[in-house]
């Protein structure tokens, strides 16, 4: 449990401006000592990835709220904001509804300008029972959509969009 709260880039970044002058007064100080505390490998430059990501506009942090966001996530967070700017990813931001996303899928929905509504399928989809129950959990709105989703011919799938017949959403 402990770890959890340092290896979440945010809630570190919170730790370190609460107690900053106070129990430390460098990156370096701050990692030794909550090493120490948490007892966990924490080197200066996480602490100084977890600050940039917490000034990066909070309608970007607030996505990674019920998600969490990993230190490798931060990073990729940060490199994404490098490559297509803070306002660009602050507009996606508002476009995305983060029920049921974990923090990769915020990624890429974030990459994607917004437009990934639900999780990817899952890899080794090729049996006609596995990609029946993935299309009948999805909100696909037609037949073409929900193939390009699932990364099947659309031929797999039956009239009424499921590839097994009999088994249509009701």
Same mark, same amino acid.
């Given at each position: 449990?402990?770890?959890?709260?340092?290896?979440?880039?945010? =809630?570190?970044?919170? !730790?370190?401006? @609460?107690? /900053?002058?106070?129990?430390?007064?460098?990156? %370096?100080?701050?990692?030794?000592?909550?090493? #120490? $505390?948490?007892?966990?490998?924490?080197?200066?430059?996480? !602490?100084?990835?977890?600050?940039? /990501?917490? =000034?990066?506009?909070?309608? $970007?942090?607030? +996505?990674?709220?019920?998600?969490? +966001?990993?230190?490798?996530?931060?990073?990729?967070? +940060? %490199?994404?904001?490098?490559?297509?700017?803070?306002?660009? $990813?602050?507009?996606?931001? @508002?476009?995305?509804?983060?029920?049921?996303?974990?923090? %990769?899928? !915020?990624? =890429?929905? $974030?990459?994607?300008?917004?437009? /990934?509504?639900?999780? &990817?399928?899952?890899?080794?989809?090729?049996?006609?029972?596995?990609? &029946?129950?993935?299309? +009948?959990?999805?909100?696909?709105?037609?037949?073409?959509?929900?193939?390009?989703?699932?990364? !099947?011919?659309?031929? #797999?799938?039956?009239?009424?969009?499921?590839?097994? #017949?009999?088994?249509? %959403?009701?």
């Amino acid at each position: 449990m402990t770890e959890k709260v340092v290896d979440d880039a945010l =809630r570190l970044a919170a !730790i370190y401006k @609460a107690d /900053v002058g106070t129990q430390w007064n460098t990156y %370096r100080q701050a990692a030794a000592k909550l090493s #120490r $505390l948490f007892e966990t490998n924490l080197a200066p430059p996480r !602490i100084a990835e977890a600050l940039a /990501v917490s =000034r990066l506009p909070r309608v $970007l942090t607030g +996505l990674f709220d019920k998600a969490g +966001l990993s230190n490798g996530n931060a990073r990729a967070l +940060l %490199r994404l904001a490098s490559q297509r700017g803070e306002s660009l $990813l602050t507009a996606s931001a @508002a476009e995305i509804d983060t029920t049921g996303m974990d923090a %990769r899928d !915020i990624l =890429r929905a $974030l990459r994607s300008g917004g437009q /990934v509504s639900s999780r &990817a399928a899952p890899p080794g989809l090729n049996a006609p029972l596995a990609i &029946a129950a993935y299309y +009948l959990r999805g909100k696909f709105p037609s037949k073409g959509v929900a193939a390009a989703h699932m990364g !099947i011919p659309q031929s #797999r799938l039956s009239e009424d969009g499921c590839p097994v #017949r009999g088994l249509a %959403r009701a």
